[in-house]
Nanobody, 119 residues
Framework: QVQLVESGGGLVQAGGSLRLSCTVS????????MGWFRQTPGSQRELLAT???????TYADSVKGRFAISRDNAKSTVYLQMSSLKPEGAAVYYC?????????????WGHGTQVTVSS
């Protein structure tokens, strides 16, 4: 029933910027936290950034200073602003949401959006 839809991916030159969006079917305030991941073929899904219901953010060392996660509760959308993109940043980027229900941790995923970085 919960749906997350990513958008904003595309082709960008190395050093350029993109803003990804994740729109949730319900209120993002209902989740304990939301985050952004990325994955390339043959690799594990990498956590990039998180934002809690209270607004606290965290970042992976690989993207600190270059990526920023934010949200717009009125639009039920979480964003990932990416700058200074590197060729190794080319990947499928995924949005996720985490909540608790009856003491269980529930995780939801979008289908991903492709980011290609040209050199």
């Amino acid at each position: 029933q919960v749906q997350l839809v990513e958008s904003g991916g595309g082709l960008v030159q190395a050093g350029g910027s993109l803003r990804l969006s994740c729109t949730v079917s319900g209120s993002i305030a209902s989740f304990n936290a939301m985050g952004w991941f990325r994955q390339t073929p043959g690799s594990q899904r990498e956590l990039l950034a998180t934002i809690t219901r209270g607004g606290t953010t965290t970042y992976a060392d690989s993207v600190k200073g270059r990526f920023a996660i934010s949200r717009d509760n009125a639009k039920s959308t979480v964003y990932l602003q990416m700058s200074s993109l590197k060729p190794e940043g080319a990947a499928v980027y995924y949005c996720n949401a985490v909540s608790s229900n009856f003491g269980r941790i529930l995780t939801y995923w979008g289908h991903g959006t492709q980011v290609t970085v040209s050199s």
